[in-house]
């Protein structure tokens, strides 16, 4: 399987980890609770698996910044937190990192 799907899999499980993490208020709702350990589970599995493939800088670079994106997108959307153009402003370097070392540089195998 190409490595960036196994990537895109892993950030997804970690933001449904970090989701339910959110809402097992500090472990003390079960389902959500179990939602965090299957999550993180399978994006520790996932990334395990792109590792094989893929720089550890890019693989690890690229799935805590797009993490940090999605889970800032998903406290926005889901748990109506604030967005400022600060805020804004960061996630959009964020994603132009990612960008530059998946892209641009000589990082990623490509």
Do not use: K, P, R, T
């Given at each position: 399987m190409h490595p960036y799907v196994l990537l895109a899999g892993a950030i997804l499980s970690e933001l449904f980890g970090t989701t339910a993490l959110k809402l097992s208020v500090g472990f003390s709702r079960p389902i959500p609770s179990v939602g965090v350990v299957l999550g993180y589970g399978a994006a520790?599995?996932?990334l395990s698996l792109t590792l094989k493939q893929l720089p550890i800088g890019v693989v690890y670079g690229t799935w805590a910044a797009l993490g940090i994106v999605g889970v800032a997108g998903i406290g926005a959307v889901v748990f109506d937190e604030p967005v400022?153009?600060?805020g804004l402003l960061g996630i959009g370097l964020i994603i132009g990192g990612v960008y530059c070392v998946n892209v641009v540089s000589?990082?990623?195998a490509h």
């Open positions: 520790f599995y996932l400022d153009l600060a000589q990082m990623s």
